[in-house]
């Protein structure tokens, strides 16, 4: 039975001085490779876990992600290539990392003042019958993200 | 163009050219009539107890395992290779079936919250039979993919239907407001990007193998999400017509479909299908 030890991260952003119709966090370069999962975002928690409801006031969103499940070929089969070589029209890379989108309007007009510094707790969330039945290596460790952005649009 | 290539009709968004009285419908699973059900179980079982490349275990394969895995997420093609997934699919369940017999895949509205529709969760039909829809053997996949480095070996699909984790109520289930509101998306990478999650989210509600890519497809709920998803991608196209799909070539091909482009999955009546509300039929006499 493994078991699911989640690897919550925090990101530092800051809300725009403006006013603005839509607000999104976009996340960029996820890793998909292990179990699926679900991401839970929370501003201003930064004791937010995998415990922590969405009933809570500081949930503003999750992007779920619907994971590969391990690697099912042999030593470097899952390794996408660091950069593309020209003239190679194969497919991308199963395993090449992915961006998500949450909207977060509300939320962020609720939470956090014009141009205020704000904190984003993002939270990997394991169903728990999942994590019994997968091996460790896939339940743990899971949330591995390049880069967060707050786009706004006005 | 080869010449299955040719034989397919090129669909630019236009009105079909599709014969109407040769479209198939996609239903709502809870709007099926009992010959519905009756034609669509007996088409799986028929593709369940083949080993070649016209079975079920060959077609729920190319999703995942065996290698190579075939299925595309994470992309703007996310929508229109599972569209043409289900079409290939959909066509060996008709040649499942007597000639002129007409069978299609219905559609799971998970937006209602009402969990997993019956004809799909009872294990036993009325005759007492095995319900082919209720799961399905994991077959076809070599020991050596399974590796100790992923997900372990199965010999049938699992489900765990349920709310995934604390505060999200007792359904758990994306709700027809989020629907609504996805569908209201102007942009196409912006739609499909936010109706990708909410399939996400479908696959991790049910748990089991339905979670895991590599064996997701084996489990006939599968096809049944799909249908929905592949249903509001062309609820939204209505929405939104002349939207496109963004930046994704039209001549882009989707492999293993050796017949179908981007550009031939952009009208489902197209394919020769559309999705109904409910259809009635009777001949005069």
Redesign the interface.
Known sequence: MAEFVSNPLTVTLRAPGEPYERADLEFHGVDHSRASYEARLFINDPDAGPDTPTTDESYAGSFWIFGHGGCAGDEGHCEPPRERRPFDFRPEHQLTPVSKRVMITGKLRALVQPGEQFTVRIVPYVRPESAERLPDNLVSDLLHVDRVDLITYQ | MSHLTSMVPFVTGSPSSTSLSTRRYRKSVTALTTGDLDAFRTALTTMLGLRDDRGFEYWAGIH??P?P?SC????PLFLPWHRAYLYYFEQHLLDAMPHGTQVSLPWWDWSNQAGVPAAYADAKLTDGKENPLAGSPVTGIPDN????????RVTRTSR?PGP?????GSAGLPSAAQVQAVLALKDFE?FT??LE?L???V??WV??TM?????AAFDPLFWAHHAMIDRIWSLWQLAHPGAGVGTVPHDHPL?PFPTLTVAQTLNVTGLGYDYAASTSSSAPG
């Open positions: 995942g395992l290698l895995i595309v997420h994470g992309s993919q399974f590796t100790n480095q992923n997900v372990p765990s995934g984790g604390p505060g999200h912006d990007t936010q999650d399939h996400n989210q696959h991790m748990g089991g979670s895991e890519i590599p064996v492999g």
